[in-house]
């Protein structure tokens, strides 16, 4: 964190001196990671806490809701990096070349060192809104440093506000799917690798299960999902309800990897009333 605002205040000044908007758009940028690496922080630190009797399923969702948040911000600093590189285009500036790319050089050193040491974290949405986050700041450093020297060759000053666009755009870009996924968790929305279906069937080839309904199959966060169901069965001793309802958390766990399964055990024969019915009848 330290590291990022001193480069943020070392693009300001170049920015500023260099009269560039492209690196004046990196800065602001870049000063956006400071929050975001705060909250991420702070939302991994949440994930590890135990449930309580206040959040009972844990603090999983800690870095979607970073993820989420980190992820809007950007799409509205990503829109006024687009308002402001249109604004030069109307009114070019000459830009001092020597200022974009010994700045950009040393973004580019902290920007692609973050990168680096966050790629074995990419699986984690958390994580991986960051590493997008200074894999993007390291690109637009490319560009800006590629940008000055034709600049410096061409005396195209257009060139410049080109690069706040396009770093914009890239911004916007790689935001819009974390706020997308981020969203989808707190809406509780089913896992993408997992279908209502498959789980359904599955449950159905458990012997003494003749009907699955009320299916809900949603993710907690950092990979965890969590299952409930309606299974109705025939008449049973109650020992054997329990070796039943072991089977179906099992087949969820081996099979789908859902870590917390509650089912509610029907007798066989009622009418269903609501929810996700599964057709089929159990395979004898």
Same mark, same amino acid.
């Not at 009797?53 to 980190?70: D, I, M, Q, S, V």
């Not at 030069?88 to 050089?105: G, K, L």
């Not at 000053?157 to 706040?164: C, E, K, R």
């Given at each position: 964190m330290a590291a990022t605002l001193g480069l943020v205040v070392a693009e300001v000044f170049g920015g500023i001196l260099g009269r560039s908007v492209a690196l004046l758009n990196d800065a602001v940028h870049n000063l956006s990671d400071v929050p975001a690496l705060g909250i991420s922080y702070l939302a991994m630190r949440?994930?590890?806490?135990?449930?309580?009797?206040?959040?009972?399923?844990?603090?999983?969702?800690?870095?979607?809701?970073?993820?989420?948040?980190?992820a809007f911000v950007?799409?509205?600093?990503?829109?006024?990096?687009?308002?402001? %590189?249109?604004?030069?285009?109307?009114?070019?500036?000459?830009?001092?070349?020597?200022?974009?790319?010994?700045?950009?050089?040393?973004?580019?050193?902290?920007?692609?060192?973050i990168t680096l040491a966050l790629v074995r974290g990419r699986e984690d949405l958390n994580l991986r809104s960051i590493l997008i986050h200074n894999f993007g700041d390291a690109l637009s450093n490319i560009a800006i440093i590629a940008g000055a020297l034709i600049?410096? %060759?061409?005396?195209?000053?257009?060139?410049?506000?080109?690069?706040?666009l396009a770093i914009g755009l890239l911004v916007l870009w790689s935001s819009i799917g974390i706020l997308r996924e981020s969203s989808h968790i707190l809406l509780e929305g089913r896992p993408p690798d997992l279908r209502v279906e498959d789980v359904a069937r599955a449950v159905l080839t458990i012997e003494g299960v003749e009907?699955?309904?009320d299916v809900h199959l949603w993710s907690l966060g950092g990979g965890h999902h969590a299952l409930s169901l309606h299974a109705r069965i025939p008449d049973m001793h109650l020992d054997e309800c329990e070796l039943l309802l072991a089977s179906i958390q099992r087949v969820a766990a081996k099979e789908f990897g859902v870590e917390h399964t509650t089912v509610q055990l029907?007798?066989?024969g009622l009418p269903a009333k609501s929810g996700y019915v599964m057709p089929e009848p159990a395979k004898k």
């Open positions: 949440w994930a590890e806490r135990p449930a309580d009797g206040e959040k009972t399923y844990g603090y999983h969702r800690a870095g979607t809701l970073a993820a989420f948040t980190n950007l799409v509205l600093l990503s829109l006024w990096l687009g308002y402001e %590189a249109f604004e030069r285009f109307r009114s070019p500036v000459a830009v001092v070349e020597s200022w974009m790319i010994w700045t950009s050089v040393a973004a580019l050193a902290v920007n692609g060192g600049i410096h %060759a061409t005396g195209a000053s257009w060139i410049d506000p080109l690069l706040g009907e699955v309904h029907e007798r066989a």
